[in-house]
């Protein structure tokens, strides 16, 4: 999993690190932080993009059809089940993929 970073808390972490020695060295590292604050504002956004409306529906039909087989699994195999119902994980999954893509 990729460890979402502000931008601009990167470009500041950046900036605190440098550290400028002497006059010449002072523009190359200005122009190199710089550099890397113009490729880390370039970079693609860290937050997910949501799901169009066609999207949802399709992914909620999914889950249904999901849910159905699920129970019946839950059904034929009770007697031996010691942990989580497939249908309550059916569930948690629509929870959290509503939670992160839906707007």
């Known amino acids: 999993?990729?460890?979402p970073v502000e931008r601009q808390d990167a470009i500041d972490a950046l900036n605190g690190?440098?550290?400028i020695t002497g006059r010449a060295n002072a523009e190359a590292v200005r122009e190199y932080?710089?550099?890397v604050a113009d490729?880390?504002?370039r970079l693609p956004p860290t937050l997910p993009e949501p799901l169009?409306?066609?999207e949802k529906r399709i992914f909620l039909a999914a889950m249904r059809r999901e849910e159905k087989i699920c129970?019946?699994?839950d059904e034929e195999f009770s007697k031996e089940s010691?942990?989580?119902s497939l249908v309550s994980v059916c569930k948690e999954i629509e929870r959290k993929v509503k939670g992160a893509l839906w707007t």
Do not use: A
């Open 52 to 54: 169009t409306d066609k």
């Open 82 to 84: 010691h942990g989580d």
């Open 39 to 41: 490729r880390i504002k």
């Open 17 to 19: 690190e440098i550290t």
């Open 1 to 3: 999993m990729k460890d």
């Open 33 to 35: 932080g710089n550099l």
């Open 71 to 73: 129970k019946q699994t």
